[in-house]
């Protein structure tokens, strides 16, 4: 039963992290969302995607639907038209629905940092209940990210994280949030390209050439979009593994590779807890 209560408490308190922080949530949704109403509009017909001839923004000024029967998720839909909820369950001329993109790109990182967050306050606060804790899941207290992922916190809180966002921009028009965003997505499409203008991170050692050819060519074979987040984790090690890396290499590797910070953490932990590294 004590087990039980400490993985109780730290739910608790990643869900208090992301109370705190559920401003910052939506302003990143909002910044997200900036550009939606730009894209062509396509729907799903007969199985098949489909261009409508009009963006998504005209669409939506004209009260018209921007998801379609055949579309997105059914806990997204009766969303009213061309409010943001409607955006979320659209599709692209791919045929990805935005909210599987919401959850990747913005969603699932910022849980990933919440839960980080948390990990760094019960490890200061409660260092003794910490240590327990880091026991009870069977890891070193010292790897946060091995801890939390064995934990499993994060899912149950990217729902609640999905929960606040829809209650608070659920039925506000895709081109007020997206106004909304507009400051902070300057901001980071500054810090976009401030990352690209930076000197490119160490060279890597010349015996790791060969693994960074292969390493590379696994990145591209989970076939998401660099800098891969934490969502590919489990595919990128999969790959990682498929392609030749040694085991021991995988942790070499990753700072040479595009990956956003969550997704580094996440596949150590993911190796460690294999036992494979």
């Known amino acids: 039963m004590e087990g039980v209560f400490d993985v109780d408490w730290m739910g608790l308190l990643t869900r208090e992290v992301l109370r705190e922080r559920t401003a910052e949530l939506i302003a990143e949704t909002c910044a997200w969302a900036v550009g939606m109403s730009d894209q062509p509009h396509h729907l799903r017909t007969g199985g098949r995607i489909v261009a409508t001839g009009t963006t998504v923004g005209e669409r939506a000024a004209h009260g018209l639907a921007l998801s379609g029967d055949e579309d997105g998720r059914l806990d997204l839909g009766d969303a009213r038209p061309g409010s943001f909820q409607d955006a979320l369950n659209s599709v692209d001329r791919d045929g990805v629905v935005a909210a599987e993109r919401f959850d990747v790109e913005v969603l699932e990182p910022f849980v990933a940092a919440t839960c980080l967050a948390a990990a760094e306050r019960a490890r200061s606060t409660r ?3 910490w240590v327990e804790l880091a026991d009870e899941v069977g890891e070193d207290a010292a790897d946060l990210a091995a801890v939390l992922h064995t934990g499993g916190w994060a ?3 990217r729902m ?3 929960l606040l966002v829809l209650a608070a921009l659920r039925d506000v028009p895709l081109i007020e949030v997206e106004a909304e965003g507009l400051p902070l997505s ?3 499409a ?3 390209l401030a990352r690209a203008a930076a000197p490119a991170g160490p ?3 010349e015996d790791l050439s060969g693994s960074l050819f292969l390493a590379r ?4 074979a989970t076939g998401g979009d660099p800098p891969l987040g934490p969502a590919y984790a489990e595919r990128l090690v999969e790959e990682l593994l498929a392609h030749g890396i040694e085991p021991d290499e995988i942790p070499d590797v990753l700072p040479h590779l595009p990956l956003q910070p969550a ?3 996440e596949v150590v932990a993911i190796v460690r807890a294999a036992g494979i590294g």
Do not use: Q, S, Y
Request: aromatic letters at 0%; hydrophobic letters at 50%; proline letters at 12%.
């Open 127 to 129: 260092p003794e209940a």
């Open 155 to 157: 899912e149950p809180l």
């Open 160 to 162: 609640d994280a999905e």
């Open 186 to 188: 300057l901001v980071r």
């Open 190 to 192: 500054a810090e976009g």
């Open 203 to 205: 060279e890597p050692e």
């Open 217 to 220: 060519a696994a990145v591209a």
């Open 263 to 265: 997704a580094v953490a």
